[in-house]
């Protein structure tokens, strides 16, 4: 419930529950399974706490420490939306909807502006550079479809050779 | 048929979107907004709004109301299995291979190659945003509300939360017609 902004805020806090708290993992372990939930897709808090009663208590604890972090906030959403869009002729309500556009579009574009800079960081200017042209061109002006190119970067990546160091390290482990 | 169609326009960004829950934002609104249209973009801003001021993952956040308001409570049940389920499931039903694989390169390199097209997706999403700000509110108030919004959130570290509902409570009365 303490988790606000996204995700990741929600990581260590889940963490002081299940490792210090509870003791049901090490940090380790922990460590691991955030690993682990890193390799998939999807919001990454529900694939922790389902792994994570799992781990504790079979199907039966993936389900209630899913549910614990989906409902509460979920219902919550449904109560003040429903609520809001009622109202939704109303004058002032009209005026709050023009106020937060352009802050979720403030919000929005320091999003991607976080998600330029790991990029740079991890891949470099040429890379992130050359990517960032080649989606803005399929996206925006040849409408591609985003799963779509999503789809086929994913594969790239899965099937491209990988430098021999790097399969070096997988054969260690 | 709705509800296979819910349920694909949450499974899709459910099992796309590499980074988190803020990778699965463009892909939602692509469907729900674009593809779908089960809402104008005003109204999606409205879901984003809520949901960025309340605490807990986004995308599921989203996906229960959207669900909720297209279908009722089968609708958000639906609309939050495709979200959660799928790499849920993947990722009991692969522990073993996964656990494995966990620090390969290549697992590392799915999120770092995927990045850029995700920032283009939510920068294009922000343009969409601004513009039907000009379009409802003129370019004065929409870039006195972007650029205050912006100091507030990135240069003082108020938290987005107090900021739209700021920007709520400055709509109620200022901006209203």
Do not use: C
């Amino acid at each position: 419930m303490l988790g606000y902004g996204g995700g990741p805020s929600a990581i260590p806090l889940i963490k002081q529950e299940a490792v210090d708290r509870y003791h049901w993992m090490t940090a380790d372990e922990f460590g691991d399974v955030l690993a682990l939930s890193n390799a998939l897709p999807g919001p990454i808090n529900t694939k922790l706490a389902g792994y994570i009663g799992y781990r504790v208590g079979g199907i039966a604890g993936m389900l209630v420490a899913t549910l614990a972090t989906v409902l509460p906030t979920v219902l919550l959403m449904i109560v003040l939306l429903v609520f809001l869009t009622s109202l939704q002729d109303q004058p002032w309500v009209k005026g709050m909807t023009r106020a937060v556009v352009p802050v979720i579009g403030v919000m929005l574009l320091t999003m991607a502006w976080e998600f330029l800079k790991k990029a740079q960081e991890t891949l470099g200017w040429l890379k992130s550079i050359g990517l960032t042209a080649v989606s803005l061109v399929l996206l925006v002006f040849a409408d591609v479809h985003p799963a779509i190119l999503i789809a086929v970067i994913l594969i790239y990546v899965l099937v491209r050779p990988v430098k021999q160091q790097g399969i070096a390290n997988d054969e260690r482990e | 048929m709705l509800f296979w169609h819910i349920f694909l326009a949450f499974f899709i960004p459910g099992i796309l979107g590499y980074g988190g829950g803020p990778a699965s934002i463009p892909l939602i609104e692509n469907e729900v907004v674009d593809h779908y249209h089960w809402m104008k973009l005003a109204e999606f801003s409205h879901v984003l709004a809520v949901g960025n001021a309340l605490p807990g993952p986004i995308a599921t956040k989203m996906a229960g109301y959207i669900g909720y308001e297209v279908a009722g409570v089968t609708g958000a049940f639906i609309a939050l299995l495709a979200t959660v389920a799928p790499s849920l499931i993947l990722m009991i039903v692969l522990l073993n291979l996964l656990y494995k694989y966990r620090n390969s390169p290549k697992v590392k390199r799915l999120t770092m190659f995927i990045r850029p097209t995700i920032a283009v997706l939510l920068g294009w999403m922000a343009y969409d945003f601004f513009a039907d700000s000009y379009r409802s509110s003129g370019w004065i108030q929409m870039v006195a509300l972007a650029g205050i919004s912006f100091v507030l959130m990135e240069k003082v570290k108020v938290h987005p939360a107090i900021v739209i509902m700021a920007a709520l409570v400055y709509g109620a009365f200022f901006m209203a017609s």
